[in-house]
Every structure is written in structure tokens, then in C-alpha cells.
């Protein structure tokens, strides 16, 4: 469960949330699973190492947001805007990208399994060494 005092700096906006990342020892898990940030915009936030597990972000704006080493099991990311964001080794397992914007997304090293990406714009995105085990790509624009 999301820890509340992290969600209330992550809601009050992505340069008060990414100045406070900066400034404190990331010594500490930070924890944002099951937190409903449905059409949050959090684009460019440094979301690195964060366990979002079961998050909430249905047409959320995460738009260049880093995501690297993020827990991202069983999230919603449908219809979000994900453009250019950075998942490198994220855990995306049984994550569902439904009609999700991932263009030019890195996702390289990602675990993909049974994830869902059916209708996904993935336009230039990059899977270099990802797993894709039992992944939904039905209807998902790879052009």
C-alpha cells in the first residue's frame, strides 16, 4: 500500500516531487503501489526505483517520466500518455498498456510478461533484451 506521506509530495507536483528526490539519500523503499493517480499529469517526474504495483494511472501523463528499475506489476496504464518514457529494467509484468502512447519509449531489459499492449502506439519504441513472454501485441502499432 502506497505510502501516504510519499503520495501527498507526489501530488503536489512533479517539481516539488523530483526536487525532494534530489535532495534526500534514496536509502528507503519508496512506495506508491496501489495509489489511484488516474489522469495525473506527472510528465518528466523521476519515478526510478519506485514500487508502483497495482498503481492506478488510466490516461495519466507520464510523458519522458523515469521509470527505470520501477515495480509496475499488475499497474493500469491505459490510454496514458507515455512518450519517450524510460522503463529500462522495469518490472511491466501483467501490466495492461491498452491503447497506451509509448512512442519512443525505452523499455530495454524490461520484463513484459503477460503484459497487455493491445493498441498501443509503440512507434520507435525500443524492447532491446525484454522479455515478451505471453505479451497481448493485437492491434499495437510497431511501425
Do not use: C
Not at 493498441?119 to 515478451?132: P, Q, V, Y
Amino acid at each position: 500500500m502506497a505510502d501516504q506521506q510519499q503520495l501527498d509530495l507526489l501530488r503536489q507536483g512533479v517539481p516539488t516531487w523530483n526536487a525532494w528526490r534530489q535532495k534526500h539519500s534514496l536509502s528507503f523503499q519508496l512506495d506508491l503501489s496501489d495509489a489511484k493517480l488516474a489522469e495525473t499529469d506527472l510528465s518528466g517526474a523521476d519515478l526510478d526505483e519506485v514500487n508502483l504495483s497495482r498503481t492506478d494511472f488510466r490516461k495519466a501523463n507520464l510523458s519522458k517520466a523515469r521509470l527505470r528499475g520501477t515495480n509496475l506489476f499488475n499497474a493500469n496504464l491505459s490510454e496514458a500518455n507515455l512518450s519517450y518514457a524510460n522503463f529500462s529494467r522495469a518490472d511491466l509484468n501483467r501490466a495492461n498498456f491498452y491503447r497506451a502512447i509509448l512512442r519512443g519509449a525505452s523499455l530495454g531489459g524490461t520484463n513484459l510478461s503477460y503484459t497487455s499492449l493491445s493498441g498501443a502506439d509503440l512507434r520507435e519504441a525500443s524492447f532491446m533484451r525484454s522479455w515478451l513472454w505471453n505479451t497481448d501485441l493485437g492491434g499495437a502499432d510497431l511501425s
